[in-house]
């Protein structure tokens, strides 16, 4: 077990951790909420350190971000653990994983060296730390981002935006992009289905576009959940005004299958997310896609003046019709990092 970076002690052995916005105080033998941090003895331990259980060349489409290093490969990984508890999740299995300790002994121990071997390997431009929350194995992240940046490789989070402020000043000199969820704007939302709260995410986001990273939104529609036109009117004005119209923002389907716990609710209706993409639109935004819709022309990018098709998407597969990140036709500047 790695010792972690990020915390305090206190008093009667206790400690609290500071990597996210939860700061649990741990007690001695215990874990923290996302069950990847145990207090042993009055000190604090990553239990997933090195230990990835999950590990895929990716396409940058499938994190999903729209408008960095488009086509490319991401070399992605994730640990066991999440300091949230959406009963949406789709990667519950590994996210809401009980007895970490017991479950690594089963995984191998991966440097962060062989991580950037195979990476570079594959002809990867980017690692993305994902599939589960990245913030709870910051310490395992930071090693692998500071040998990306020297091995020319971007350093891509996808992530619930719920780090603490001083986890997230650590890994901004390293970070290149981040997908951040933007579950809701409803304080009961985010603490009734996911256990946490909304402020911090806010927070973070108007940070990471502070600090110039590229940064993409994705919004799970889930029926009766996170589909009030008014909310999703809110998402759309809250990055439009904080983030920037720039900003993409991923507008995704929910389907009941794959969910953790939601297994009652129906698949979102396409409708339902057509007219989500109308909300943006409205309000200002002028990149919106519409995700989990294969084939749809929502998936694809448009210039935002002259509407002539610059990217088109079939699932992970891209066909670039822009004339080096302008618009072919009027010769806009579409917002992509090549
Ligand atoms: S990462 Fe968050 S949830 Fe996990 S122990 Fe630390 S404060 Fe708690």
């Known amino acids: 077990m790695e010792e972690a970076k ?18 649990c105080t741990i007690s ?11 207090n042993e003895k009055g000190k604090l331990y990553s239990l997933v350190y090195g230990y990835p259980i999950a590990l895929n060349i990716d396409p940058i489409e499938k994190k999903p971000l729209f408008h960095f290093l488009p086509g490319s490969l991401s070399y992605s990984l994730g640990t066991l653990g999440c300091n949230f508890r959406c009963a949406n999740c789709q990667n519950w299995d590994i996210s809401q994983a009980t007895d970490i300790e017991a479950k690594i002994k089963y995984l191998d121990f991966i440097k962060p060296e062989e991580i950037i071997k195979s990476a570079l390997t594959a002809n990867c431009s980017s ?8 913030t709870i194995w910051t310490e395992y992240a930071m090693d692998i981002m500071k040998l990306a940046r020297k091995n020319k490789l971007k350093n891509v989070w996808v992530s619930n935006g719920y780090m603490s402020p001083n986890c997230l000043n650590v890994i901004l000199p390293y970070l290149d992009a981040a997908n951040i969820d933007l579950k809701s704007m409803d304080e009961d939302f985010y603490l009734k289905n996911c256990e946490g709260k909304l402020a911090p995410v806010l927070d973070n986001l108007k940070t990471l576009k502070k600090e110039k990273i590229h940064t993409e939104i994705t919004t799970l529609i889930i029926p009766s959940l996170s589909d009030n036109p008014k909310m999703l009117k809110k998402i759309a004005q809250f990055i439009v005004s904080q983030l920037g119209p720039e900003t993409p923002w991923h507008i995704s389907k929910f389907s009941p299958i794959i969910s953790w716990k939601l297994k009652n ?25 519409a995700g989990n819709m294969p084939g749809d022309d929502k998936e694809n990018t448009y210039c935002p003046k002259c509407g ?13 019709l822009d004339k080096n990140g302008k618009c072919a036709k009027c010769g806009k500047i579409l917002d992509i990092l090549d």
Do not use: D, M, W
């Not at 001695?28 to 145990?38: M, S």
């Not at 057509?274 to 935004?285: D, N, P, V």
């Not at 002539?308 to 670039?320: D, V």
């Open 6 to 23: 990020f915390y305090k002690s206190q008093n009667n052995s206790k400690v609290q951790c500071q990597l996210c916005s939860h700061f």
């Open 28 to 38: 001695p033998g215990q874990t923290g909420i996302c069950r990847a941090r145990k």
């Open 127 to 134: 690692v993305a730390y994902t599939y589960n929350e990245p």
């Open 265 to 289: 609710l129906p698949e979102t209706e396409n409708k339902i997310i057509y007219e989500a993409y109308e909300i943006g639109r409205q309000a200002g935004l002028k990149y919106i896609y």
């Open 308 to 320: 002539q098709l610059a990217i088109k998407r079939l699932g992970y597969q891209i066909e670039r």
